[in-house]
């Protein structure tokens, strides 16, 4: 939870822009609001974390002209008015809660995205700092105990199925944690696999996934244990674009959410795999590779062009750069990435738990650890 200077801070803010622009009403002209932009950049910050964007000199200008324009300013000041609402009354609200306060007029929640979004960026803050959040999808099992809003969870307890991050990382303190290191898992079918394999009762590890692309309160969480238990953090992706895009998301951040990307990425994160090399090295079986599609194709081709990739991850750049005509997968894919099916699959997954304790040691030595 943000503390009340922080709600204060936010609320002046609030306060500032409401005032500038009933000046420009006042003045007979149209509302503006100028929302900062964001580009990639290839410089480092001075904290801890890795920043791959930068703020533009130019700023989008939004105006009461065309549907498109108004429609977006009308979501942002009723957005805005909720956010007020919430921090003068030290309460929070899911993104899906924004949208049914007044689903009328916003019509869609893609439109209360952008206008959490644009609301962040123009005031400078962190979206927990506007007492709204978005649900979590992620999963943690392994050794780990934490004390979520005076409640204690027992994550050992959990090794065989799972248990929800909290939505809310504000309010979670560590309590205990044996564990060596942590593994993070694209999909939730490879996290079950592991729980079913026992993974975690034989190694000293948190095992983490995001079930496809990470949303906030799974990234947040995973950076809130990395600068709590120093630990190191593997990376278990798919071997094509997507994966490594995903993988590059919880590193850098998005561009969508730029403003908060130092705040959520883990820049120590290494890339455990799978790699096709693995293929053979491993014994993995044919009927785990799959052709590149185009929309595969043209991710790579997207990835290749981010220079901060090049420079900051040399190593994932020439992996991309390289990628052959098929791919590697550990399981029969949805044709959704941000899903998971039920779990039933005619090409069963292969037992790649003694991989990764292979990995997991050899990498140990070589990062001198």
Same mark, same amino acid.
């Given at each position: ?105 916003f ?59 909290? #939505? ?23 996290f ?16 983490? #996934?995001?079930?496809?692309? $990470? ?19 593997y ?12 993988l590059? #998301? ?13 705040a959520l990425? #883990? ?34 081709e ?30 029969? $894919? ?13 090409? $069963? ?21």
């Amino acid at each position: 939870m943000a503390d009340l200077s922080t709600a204060q801070k936010i609320l002046k803010r609030i306060q500032d822009l409401v005032r500038e622009l009933l000046q420009d009403i006042a003045r007979g002209s149209l509302p503006v609001i100028s929302i900062d932009r964001f580009i990639p950049c290839d410089s480092l910050t001075d904290g801890d974390g890795l920043s791959v964007y930068e703020r533009c000199e130019s700023q989008e200008r939004i105006a009461l002209k065309g549907r498109t324009s108004t429609q977006r300013i009308v979501a942002f000041m009723r957005v805005l008015l909720i956010v007020q609402g919430l921090l003068q009354q030290e309460k929070h609200a899911s993104k899906r809660d924004v949208y049914y306060m007044d689903p009328r007029l916003f019509g869609d929640q893609v439109i209360v995205d952008q206008a959490i979004n644009d609301i962040c960026t123009k005031l400078k803050c962190a979206r927990s700092s506007i007492h709204v959040f978005s649900a979590s999808k992620g999963l943690v099992m392994g050794c780990l105990q934490y004390i979520d809003q005076g409640r204690l969870v027992d994550c050992s307890r959990h090794r065989l199925s799972g248990f929800p991050i909290p #939505t809310l990382t504000d309010g979670v303190t560590l309590a205990m944690s044996e564990a060596e290191y942590i593994l993070l898992v694209e999909k939730e079918t490879v996290f079950q696999r592991l729980a079913n394999d026992g993974y975690c009762m034989k190694n000293r590890c948190i095992v983490i #996934t995001g079930r496809g692309y $990470p949303d906030v309160p799974t990234r947040s969480f995973l950076r809130l244990l990395v600068n709590a238990l120093h630990l190191p953090v593997y990376g278990l992706v798919d071997a094509d674009p997507y994966g490594l895009d995903i993988l590059c #998301t919880y590193r850098f951040g998005s561009l969508a959410m730029a403003y908060d990307a130092e705040a959520l990425a #883990t820049p120590s994160i290494r890339w455990l795999g799978v790699f096709l090399s693995d293929v053979r090295f491993h014994g993995i079986p044919v009927r785990c590779l799959l052709p590149l599609r185009e929309n595969d194709k043209r991710k790579a081709e997207a990835m290749l062009k981010r220079q901060y990739l090049k420079i900051h991850a040399p190593l994932w750049w020439l992996l991309c750069h390289s990628q052959p005509r098929r791919k590697l997968v550990p399981r029969v $894919p949805s044709t959704r990435r941000n899903t998971e099916p039920s779990g039933n699959s005619s090409a $069963p997954l292969p037992n790649i738990m003694p991989a990764i304790q292979k990995v997991h040691s050899e990498r140990k030595k070589s990062y001198g650890e």
